[in-house]
């Protein structure tokens, strides 16, 4: 990678941090509405941060292998991920002048996004893996996967509000996993699988698929169920537990510090997003 490239680069993370700043400023003004754009932001500065870190790893090293086609991939799912937050709040507020200023922000993410992968995969870049990546906060990983789920057509929509509970793959108590098949038996009763939540680490080895979500359809089949094969560290970062709205996790006793984001769920219950990192770290 020649010095006029890692400049671009750097730019391209400079312009991505400052529009996550914009993001950011825009969620604060939305209050508790703008939690889920205040997502957005942080994990845009998070890979604006990875990105800028990399190209001047790569300028000291000279070597030039670095991947970010992943983090271009996340960048993408991320204004899409914006877009639907945006669309979101202007149903929710009645004020499409405010998400009007929230997408545009998110439409240069786009194009800056676009510029990028011109200059990463249009060049003669070697590629090499980013184990950064896998290490994405536990609320970008789970909302990034489904929602690429989802947008993939894959049968159900907004799926993080449509699970219904959380197994593991027990054959003491008939719940076995038919990868052959593609179906999932639990309780006797045989469930399709549809695409898989794999945060790339496993939190403790061995890394393998131990436990699945249970999800409605959309609301055109409220009775169908599909589920979704996870990993150890997405469904630690991913609890349903029943907790008072006003406080959510309190009665679960988790600190504010671990608790990344919530939303409402069926049945008086909260769905938790974790940080689960942290988590462990408070020997919790």
């Known amino acids: ?5 890692t400049n671009d680069l750097t730019r391209y993370a400079e312009r991505i941090w400052h529009l996550a700043v914009e993001l950011s ?13 205040a997502v957005v932001a942080a994990e845009t500065q998070r890979i604006a941060r990875l990105l800028e870190d990399q190209a ?18 996340q960048l993408v799912m991320l204004t ?21 200023a929230a997408l545009y922000l998110l439409e240069e993410l786009r194009g ?17 893996a980013l184990p950064e990546l896998a290490r994405a906060s536990s609320v970008c990983q789970a909302r990034l996967k489904l929602l690429h789920a989802r947008v993939a057509g894959l ?20 719940t076995s996993l038919d990868a ?20 790339g680490q496993a939190y403790r080895p061995p890394h393998r698929l131990q436990q699945a979500l249970i999800v409605r359809a959309d609301w055109h089949q409220p009775h169908t169920l599909y589920a979704v094969p996870v990993d150890d560290l997405a469904v630690n970062c991913i609890q349903l537990s029943a907790v008072g709205q006003a406080q959510p996790g309190a009665s679960a006793g988790l600190p504010a510090t671990v608790l990344r984001e919530w939303w409402p769920a069926e049945g008086g219950e909260s769905i938790l997003f974790l940080d689960w990192p942290a988590l462990h770290e ?3």
């Open 155 to 174: 049968g159900f929509a907004e799926p993080l509000h449509c699970i219904k509970e959380i197994v593991r793959f027990d054959p003491t108590d008939g």
């Open 112 to 128: 800056v996004a676009g510029r990028l992968a011109n200059l990463v995969r249009g060049g003669d870049l070697p590629l090499m």
């Open 80 to 100: 899409l991920n914006g877009s639907l937050e945006a669309a979101g709040l202007e149903e929710h507020l009645g004020n499409p002048l405010e998400a009007a």
């Open 56 to 73: 001047a790893s790569a300028e000291a090293l000279g070597d030039g292998g670095i991947d970010r086609s992943e983090i271009l991939d």
């Open 1 to 5: 990678m020649n010095g006029e490239d």
């Open 180 to 199: 052959a098949r593609r179906l999932l038996t639990v309780r006797e009763r045989q469930i399709p699988f549809i695409g898989s939540l794999l945060t």
């Open 25 to 37: 400023l825009f969620a604060c003004r939305q209050g508790n509405s703008g939690r889920g754009m």
């Open 282 to 284: 408070a020997g919790l």
